[in-house]
């Protein structure tokens, strides 16, 4: 558990960067940084980071961030680790990267990165489109939400990144959301605490991108864990843990605050809703099938 | 100083080098003709006879990103590779290029699909000359080993800190053995000392590679380009200390046979070797016909290239690469002449694309042919056969 009380006052997101009025991944990696502390180095593709993080020769960030290409995030972290292993030198490699860099460009590098085991915290902060190059649908852009290359809205269900990366039997993985930021945080310390690979998938709405008023962004955050379309979890050792908040309501709660999802029509709002509850359902399943794994380091 | 005689193949002279340098981080995904060099680094690394963490990638990309990373955190980086995984790497080239980080890469050069086709063509490592990369290209396995050494030594300089590509030719230098005399772990830490520029400070820290303004940009630029040029000084003095230290000695170029001839071979890599060996047989014949082998690609010598040609006729250049229609070498000879006092003319001969053998047979029969006609006025690009 985090409490506030042991939260630093240390700041290694500063002031003054130039994200947008109530961005979400501001949010999600200033506390991911209190709990990591400042012996942590930040791997980083293109994206809204890498962009509001200052242009030379200014810094948004308290700790080292090298910048590495599109989709090459894993891979520099894992030279960088090697070095490190074989120097002897001992600093937190976290990749920082978005739903683009992760589940799209890089998503080979990701993997490979996964099935080695290598000994890095993944964070992929999820604003469910490119944002920084002006709104355009990634494969983890939900299902009816308009974007600039889907002006109708998309047609395709969302990745189900968590689970792809689950599924590579890697020491840890928690999907966590601005929402809930001391669930997010404990989550962050946990997997600051293990060794090999941790990914960490957190749900960072967008106002520009999603259409909402900038006030709304920690709301946003609970509505989408609430309705069941963002569910939190865990895995760690083969065990997947299910974390219910609240009683559920409708995904129309979510989906109405939202400029993108506004052209969905009555029909689609019932099929995401159906989509949504078997998703869970399929959760559950998993959760009931690995409550009695057993799986040694 | 004493040497082991080893019979090598030039990839296992490679990995020799690698090991001799006490490469500490390797990242290399496996395509033919690279693939026994990679596993002879990982079987020198299982038996504990080299110190390195081996990056298993998912793709050549992610082998020289990993390299990059590598560098970054302080550890002296290796990767191999040819043609395709070349090709699927540019961005990662440039990165590295533009990034000052001193990897060392061999490229075992290999003609790029379509058709697929394993054999050796220089195209995919000149295709690459635009990359920050210094390029330098070898024509035995003797020459690959001691490359190998000297990249790491011109790469780390201070003066330089660019990335090298230590080119041969895939199957004919790659799977060919030779006597290769293997030097002393001792002397070669004595010529090459270790690695240690770790360039993150959490005490102090920093932004690398984020965004520039034009201005900055243009700054970058030029302090790359100062290092570039900077580079071929360093090339020579590492050429130097290491021919008193190992008594073999190298250069931006290589002038063979007659030093003052009517007419000039230009090549590189085993073309160069054959183009070696027709040159004996002129030789002999009394043919008056040298040959220049351009090793060092990036920086392109240019004045030692002009300084060499002086008073001869005419330049033959056999260019085992393609640019649309005219082989990469002659535009990159051709260039450096342009403003030199003394401009001999180009005869352009395109050999052994896709691994076509070039026998020194043809060559000695094309130069015949060429001697005869050298008052002529060069007819553009010729296609050279190559009969076994």
Known sequence: MVTINELTDDEFLLKGNSACAGCGATMAIRWVLKILGKDTVLVMPAGCVSVFQGMFPASAFGVPVVDSSFGAQSSFAAGLIAAYKIKGRRLKVVTLAGDGGTADIGLHAVSAAAERGDDVLYICYDNEAYMNTGVQRSSLTPYGAKTGTDPKGKLEW???????????????????????????????????????????????????????????????????????????????????????????????????????????????????????????????????????????? | MVEQVEVLTGNAAAAYGVKLSRAQVIAAY?????????????????????????????????????????????????????????????????????????????????????????????TDALAQRDTGWIQIFCHNNQEVLDTIIQAYKISEDK???????????????????????????????????????????????????????????????????????????????????????????????EIYGECEPKVFLVAMGSVASSAKAAVDVLNREGYPVGLIRIRLFRPFPTFELQRAVEGAEALVILDRSLSFTRGILSTEVAGALYNAKWRPKIFEYIVGLGGAVVSHKSLVEAVKHLLARVDEKPKGVVWLKSEG
């Not at chain 1, 106002?207 to 963002?230: H, K, Q, Y």
């Not at chain 2, 030719?169 to 030097?183: K, M, Q, R, Y």
């Open chain 2, 30 to 122: 496996p395509i033919t003709p690279q693939t026994t060099l990679v596993e002879r680094i990982a079987e020198f690394i299982a038996k504990g006879e080299l110190k390195a963490e081996y990056i298993k990638v998912e793709s050549e990309h992610s082998a020289l990103a990993a390299c990059i990373g590598a560098s970054l955190g302080g550890a002296r980086a290796f990767t191999a590779t040819s043609a395709q995984g070349l090709l699927l790497m540019q961005e990662m080239l440039f990165w590295a290029g533009y990034g000052r980080t001193p990897v060392v890469m061999a490229v075992v050069t290999r003609a790029i699909a379509p058709p697929w086709n394993m054999w050796s063509e220089h």
């Open chain 2, 159 to 253: 003066r330089v800190m660019l990335p090298v590509m230590v080119c041969f030719d895939g199957f004919e230098i790659s799977h060919t053995a030779e006597n290769v005399l293997v030097p002393e772990q001792s002397d070669v830490d004595s010529f090459l000392p270790p690695y240690n520029n770790d360039l993150i400070d959490v005490e102090k820290p920093k932004l690398l590679w984020n965004g520039v303004y034009p201005e900055d940009a243009f700054k970058f630029r030029f302090i790359f380009y100062e290092a570039a040029q900077r580079s071929l000084s360093v090339v020579e003095e590492v050429h130097y200390d290491f021919y008193s230290r190992f008594g073999r000695r190298y250069g931006a170029i």
């Open chain 1, 158 to 297: 969302k990745k189900n990144l968590p689970l792809i990366m689950a599924a590579h039997n890697v020491t840890y993985v928690a999907t966590a959301s601005v929402g809930y930021p001391f669930d997010l945080m404990r989550k962050v310390k946990k997997a600051a605490s293990l060794s090999g690979f941790r990914y960490i998938h957190i749900l960072t709405p967008c106002p520009p991108g999603w259409g909402f008023s900038e006030n709304l962004t920690a709301e946003l955050g609970r509505l989408a864990v609430r309705c069941g379309i963002f569910p939190l979890f865990e895995v760690e050792g083969g065990k997947l843990t299910l974390h219910k908040v609240g009683s559920r309501i409708p995904v129309r709660k979510y989906l109405e605050l939202q400029k993108r999802f506004e052209d969905l029509t009555e029909d689609q709002i019932q099929y995401i809703q159906k989509r949504v509850d078997e998703d869970l359902r399929y959760l559950e399943i998993i959760e009931k099938v690995t409550s009695e794994v057993k799986r040694d380091g």
